[in-house]
T-cell receptor
Framework: NAGVTQTPKFRVLKTGQSMTLLCAQD?????MYWYRQDPGMGLRLIHY???????AKGEVPDGYNVSRLKKQNFLLGLESAAPSQTSVYFC????????????FGPGTRLTVT | AQKVTQAQTEISVVEKEDVTLDCVYE???????LFWYKQPPSGELVFLIR??????QNEISGRYSWNFQKSTSSFNFTITASQVVDSAVYFC????????????FGTGTRLTIIP
């Protein structure tokens, strides 16, 4: 079991460029999440999905889009990157229910110059 | 709205000392879960424990113990006889039964164990 994997691990973008972060999980989890981690702010939820074909906004969704075309994959897109989106991005997945722990990927460090 | 507060931003202790990390939460739900995650210097997030709102029993796992008190809305984490490998950022998190399974994280406590 690979668990939760994220691609790429590092990326540098120029302002205005676009990119897609890929998250994949092999645990048959229904729920998937995208977080960003910034110094002193903990992890903040960007978007999440409760099943294939469904997505919803989290706490900080502006500037991001997501898609969940397959159960095992959850994509995070930045259409026009801004320096404020410089952050570490974590994907997570879990079984259905508020009582299950989330499993996290290794993170993607994104720098926007 | 749910909220998790970890007032200790950074803590440093000498190896073998005991240390307690504080976590205070706010929620309107009567049914919820509390979690602790560890983020070592390598960056990944590691699940440590979950506790539901109906179970106030303290939990012990080796050198780790957790004290859940609903009366003070706290879920504190104690490391006994700390070791250098315990150096990490520790996050407390809350999930409400009617919160769409979303986790609300505290801002984390950076723990440094001095050899």
């Amino acid at each position: 079991n690979a668990g939760v994997t994220q691609t790429p691990k590092f990326r540098v973008l120029k302002t205005g460029q676009s990119m897609t972060l890929l998250c994949a999980q092999d645990m048959n989890h229904e729920y998937m999440y995208w977080y960003r981690q910034d110094p002193g702010m903990g992890l903040r939820l960007i978007h999440y999905s409760v099943g294939e074909g469904t997505t919803a906004k989290g706490e900080v969704p502006d500037g991001y889009n997501v898609s969940r075309l397959k159960k095992q994959n959850f994509l995070l897109g930045l259409e026009s990157a801004a320096p404020s989106q410089t952050s570490v991005y974590f994907c997570a997945s879990s079984f259905v229910g508020y009582d299950y722990e989330q499993y996290f990927g290794p993170g993607t460090r994104l720098t926007v110059t | 709205a749910q909220k998790v507060t970890q007032a200790q931003t950074e803590i440093s202790v000498v190896e073998k000392e005991d240390v307690t990390l504080d976590c205070v939460y706010e929620t309107r739900d009567t049914t919820y879960y509390l979690f602790w995650y560890k983020q070592p210097p390598s960056g990944e997030l590691v699940f440590l424990i979950r506790r539901n709102s109906f179970d106030e029993q303290n939990e012990i796992s080796g050198r780790y113990s957790w004290n859940f008190q609903k009366s003070t809305s706290s879920f504190n984490f104690t490391i006994t006889a700390s070791q250098v490998v315990d150096s990490a950022v520790y996050f407390c998190a809350l999930s409400e039964a009617f919160g769409n399974e979303k986790l609300t994280f505290g801002t984390g406590t950076r723990l440094t164990i001095i050899p």
